[in-house]
Structures are given as C-alpha cells and as structure tokens.
C-alpha cells in the first residue's frame, strides 16, 4: 500500500502555481469548462425563443388581419353576373299570308329597316271600303241635316194644323151648350185637336233625335261629327293594319331564327315570327347577395371581365339596384309564416350599364361575366366598437 502511494508520487511530481506548468494546466481547465457554459446559454436562449416567437407571430398575424380588415370593404366581386340585351320576339298584329322575307339569320339590321312583308291584298280592299264609308258618312250627314229642316216645316206645318183645331174645338164648345151641334160633332173636334197636338209633338222629337246624331248644332263641321269621326276611325285602322303587315326591325340589332318564317306560310296575329337582339342597348346584370350591398350604390365605378375574353376589363358603372330581391316575383315566394322557415340569405339584382368602345370585342347575351364593384367605402377603428 505504501509502495503504491509512493509510486504515484514519484509518477505525479508536485507543480509550483508560479511555473509555466501551472499556468498551463489552468488554461487548459478554463478552455474545457467554456463548452459547458456555452451549452448552458444556448439551452436558456432556445427556452425563451420558443414563446418569444409565438408571441410575435400572433402579433403579425392580429396586425395582418387588422390591416386586410381596414383595406377590405371596399370592392365588392361578384362572379354570377351575365350580359344581358334587348331582345324582342317579332310578330304582327295582323294575320296574312307572308310575301317575303328579305333577311337571313344572323343578319345586322337597322332600326327600321323590312324584316317581313305580307300578302297585302286583302288589307288594300279593306282600306278601300273604309274610305268609301267615309264618304258615304259625309253624304249621310249632310242628307241629314237637310232631312232635319224638312223635320221643322212638318213640324211647323202639324203646329199650323193644332191652332185650327184649336178654334174648332173653341166654337164647338160654345155651340155644344147651346145645342147649335151635336155632342158627336164636339168629341170628334175634340179628338181631333189632342190627335194634331200629339202628332206635332212626335215630330218635333223626331227633329231633336236627328239634331242630336248630327251632333246637336247644325253649324259643327262634318268632320266633328261623331258619326264621321267613327267611320274616319275604321279607315286608320285599315291604314294602320295595312302597315302592320309589314314587320320592321324596332332597334338595332342581330337576327335569330329566321328560318323559321318562311314564304307562304299564314302567319297569326301576335304569333312570334323570329327574334331580334340588340347590339346597341347592352347591360350586365349580377345578383350579389344582400350581405355585400351595404355600402354599393348606383354610379359606383364597376371593372368587369368576361370569360370568353380572357385579360380584356370593360369598364362600368352601377346603374340601379333592383328595389327587391330575386325570389320576390318567383312562382313559389318564400312563405315566412311557415313553421320550417330557414333563412338564406337573398340575391338583389343589380344592372351595370358597360362602357364599350369601337374595335371592342362582341358583347353577347347570356355571356358570363365578373364584376368588381368600387364602393369607395374605407374602414376605420372605430367600426369595431
């Protein structure tokens, strides 16, 4: 056991603290035990890391959420929004037989211009017999108006008749008392009188139903008889029905389904004979829901884009927005008063007049179309509280 110890000392010698030995021993125990404390900070630091970046991201991403909130409400998208354009099922307030049709389908026409012609025959003979009706009023009226003074003179002569008899009747109702007649002879003067009175008033009735189908004054013109005024009538609406046998383009526009009226075929009043769509008045139309219309109104800037035209932005501006919703004039309107009722949120039609330019693509109805609407509406703190 000693030699042990004494071994170890011979083998570990003493070292003085002053010796370069020493200093040398104690650097090296310095730089070993660096790591350790280094180890000891990184794990401290990793420790706090963890929570310090969890509090700041939630901080970026309440920061985030409050900008987009204060820049959001401002535009309103809409992607259910279609083309719409006058259109017009063409027909006639006629019937006939059709004559002609001088376009095709697919045609641009002009407002105004023949689309369909009837067979104009009858409605020719119909707008003669109404002119010769006319006249025959004419000569009607005035026949009347001189019947109606022979009317006066037979009724003037009958009043000449009812003061003879009234003077016969007065003597015979002297003589009758005296007996210088007989009672026969002052009854049948008597008779007489009331008969002539009568037959006078009759005629001048008659003179008063007369003046009052010419109008009730002799001096109003014929053409203000309403009597001539019926029968002018009959001849417009010959004139106007010979018009309508003709059917012309109302606007603008392209034509659709014109092969469907042919030559000779009978057309019947009021029956659609093809189509029309207009290339002029042409609007967009979107249903967005409710719930993004706070703060839209009409002559808000609108950009719209249609699918068909990928890239291209028309711009816009909203024209009206609709005073009710969509399901409001629908067959089967919701029914509140049920005990099911489940609220969904309703779409308003909004009209969006475009702003089109020469050279720009077609435009056609029924297209699909997104709109974003500038409301110019700008969020602020205080809408949170």
Known sequence: MSQSTGASAAASPAVSP???????????????????????????SRHALGPMLMIAGIVVVAVGALVFWLQG??????????????????????????????????????????????????????????EANLRQTELTLQAMRRDYARMLSDADAKAA???????NFDRFAKLVKSGGITRAEYDDARFKLAADQAAEQALRLQAEV??????????????????????????EQTRLDDGDSIIRAPFPGVLTNVESTQKGMYLTAGTAA?????????????????????????GDPVQVSVDTYPGRVWRGVVESIAPNSGSEFSILPAQNTSGNWVKVVQRIPVRIRIFRKPGDPVLRAGMSVEATIDTGHVRHLSDLF
């Open 18 to 44: 002053g010796t370069p030995r020493a200093r040398d021993m104690g650097a090296a125990q310095e730089t070993a035990a660096r790591p350790a404390r280094s180890e000891g900070r990184m794990r401290i």
């Open 73 to 130: 409400g401002r535009y309103v998208a809409i992607d259910d929004a279609y083309v719409h354009a006058a259109k017009e099922a063409l027909s006639t307030d006629v019937s006939g037989i059709v004559a002609a049709v001088p376009v095709k389908d697919g045609d641009h026409v002009a407002q105004g211009q023949v689309l369909v012609r009837l067979v104009p025959n009858h409605f020719r003979v119909a707008m003669a017999a109404a």
């Open 161 to 167: 008749q009812v003061r003879s008899d009234q003077a």
């Open 210 to 235: 007369q003046l009052a189908k010419l109008g009730g004054s002799l001096t109003l013109p014929i053409h203000e008889v309403p009597a001539y005024q019926e029968a002018a009538a009959r001849l």
């Open 274 to 298: 093809f189509g029309i769509v207009s290339t002029r008045d042409i609007w967009i139309e979107a249903e967005p829901k409710e719930t993004e219309l706070t703060w839209v109104k009409p």
